[in-house]
């Protein structure tokens, strides 16, 4: 009997032991710390295009050099446009003379009056004939000249209508050659910085030859790497970052901004990680340059901003390693 008990009292409190001692572990969830920071970043530009001649020809003149800020639309060099502008001038023309005749309705209603004279004129002629006071030439001769007045206002009518559509060719043609007066000149696609400038005024370049380079300067990119067995990619997207520039004698820069890209493939380890971050103009410069090392702080203690248009989650390939 004291037997049973004993074995009684030892199974309940076998299965009162914690799973712990068996190998078992209760399923636990690990917080994320409240940032975390990235050394070694580097800062690239975002937009950086090749500004090209749109046609072929001579420089006139090259309105800006390096380091000048540009806007968009903005001229920044002239092809020689003149033989383009006398040509913009004459197809102009062209088409106000177009548009006048078509616009002209002297010469259809001179034959319409025409029409009716001679309408009343064979009338009158039949009926003369009729009682033989006109011979049967004269009643010939008004009849055509009846038909000819008709046949003359058909003329002008046309006449008109091949005006019109001249006038229409016209108006093609001299935005045809308005386009051309466009395409003489060197326009800046984006806001920014010119980088360098590869021809001067006076050199002869080919239709697609570069001018210039120029590059959005006012927001970069910070592009830096975390390892993927910390943090998964949607822990990082679109958090707020702080990104910190040394500065001479021992001095800071901070710039705000955001996680725009994680990489979904693991390279190394490592997630790569871009921001964009808006630049301060100061002293005359942009503080923070492309090509410079700086620190990243990836705030996770803070929730994710709004969705920028370049914000994604994405990466190199869909696969993990």
């Known amino acids: 009997m004291k037997i049973k008990s004993l074995w009684l009292v030892a199974t309940a409190l076998l299965f009162c032991l914690p799973a712990t001692l068996f190998g078992q572990q209760e399923s636990s969830t690990s917080t994320a710390p409240p940032s ?30 390096e380091g000048d800020p540009v806007k968009q639309g903005q001229t920044v060099a002239q092809l020689d446009d003149r033989i383009a502008l006398r040509l913009q001038d004459e197809s102009q023309k062209k088409h106000e003379s177009a548009t006048l005749r078509a616009e002209d309705e002297n010469e259809v209603k001179a034959a319409e009056a025409r029409v009716k004279l001679a309408k009343e004129e064979f009338s009158k002629t039949k009926e003369l004939r009729a009682r033989g006071s006109k011979s049967d030439f004269e009643y ?10 008709e046949f003359d206002l058909l003329a002008a009518q046309t006449a008109r209508q091949i005006a019109a559509a001249d006038a229409q060719a016209g108006a093609i043609r001299a935005d045809t050659a308005k386009h051309s007066v466009e395409r003489h000149k060197v326009v800046s696609k984006i806001d920014g910085l010119v980088f360098e400038r590869f021809r001067e005024g006076g050199e002869w370049v080919t239709a697609g030859e570069k ?25 990082l997207v679109q958090r707020p970052v702080t990104v910190t520039l040394e500065l001479a004698r021992g001095r800071t820069a901070e710039f705000k901004g955001q996680i725009t890209f994680v990489g979904i493939e693991k390279r190394g380890g490592r997630h790569s990680v871009w921001a964009e971050v808006d630049n301060r103009f100061e002293n005359d410069r942009w503080v923070l340059q492309p090509g410079s090392e700086v620190e990243m702080r990836i705030h996770l203690d803070q929730p994710p901003l709004e969705s920028t248009p370049a914000t994604a989650l994405t990466g190199e390939n869909n696969t993990s390693r």
Do not use: N, T, W
Not at 36 to 65: H, M, N, T
Not at 140 to 149: G, L
């Open 211 to 235: 001018i210039m380079r120029i590059a959005r300067i006012d927001r970069l990119r910070v592009q830096g790497h975390v390892k993927s067995s910390l943090f998964d990619p949607h822990e």
């Open 36 to 65: 975390v920071d990235l050394q070694s970043c580097v800062v690239v530009l975002i937009e950086d295009v090749d500004v090209p001649a749109l046609e072929s020809g001579q420089l006139s003149d090259v309105f800006v050099k």
């Open 140 to 149: 010939k001769r008004a009849q055509y000249s009846m038909e000819s007045s």
